[in-house]
């Protein structure tokens, strides 16, 4: 249920972002926001319905959110122009991208199964503990 609450709330901030179209701090984390929100989703989505890719789930959540952004800068920038403009939101989606996929990843949808490279699976594990 947590993690479920943490991707609703991700995305209801990067609802509330106002969006401007210049190269401000704002303007840039809300492409890092969105990078995180749509990375964190899609990966969410592979692991779900797709769990024989569970394995590589953190790399197709990137992938696609990175090759989607830069599929919509590149129409912009042929429609409008600015380069400079278009590669810093590129840039800033990208990273946000990295951060949600990982995180979704590693600490959302733990543990996982994985191919050993030595044959065999490993599973793993994640321990809390309330001080």
């Known amino acids: 249920m947590k993690k479920y609450s943490l991707l609703i709330g991700s995305m209801l901030l990067a609802t509330q972002l106002q969006v401007k179209a210049n190269e401000s701090f704002n303007s ?3 492409h890092v926001v969105g990078g995180v929100v749509m990375a964190g989703g899609i ?3 592979v692991d779900h319905y797709y769990p024989e890719y569970a394995e590589n789930r953190g790399m197709i959540g990137f992938g696609i959110s990175s090759a989607s952004i830069i599929l919509a800068e590149y ?3 042929a429609l409008h122009g600015d380069a400079r403009g278009q590669l810093l939101d590129t840039a800033s ?3 946000g991208s990295a951060f949600g996929a990982f995180v979704t990843d590693k600490y959302i949808l733990s543990p996982v199964i994985k191919n050993s490279p030595r044959g065999g ?3 793993g594990l994640k321990i809390e503990h309330s001080f």
Do not use: C, G, R
Request: zero cysteines; hydrophobic letters at 55%; aromatic letters at 6%.
């Open 93 to 95: 989606h990208i990273a």
């Open 75 to 77: 129409v912009e920038f």
């Open 28 to 30: 840039e984390m809300s």
């Open 121 to 123: 699976k490993s599973v």
């Open 43 to 45: 990966t969410a989505i």
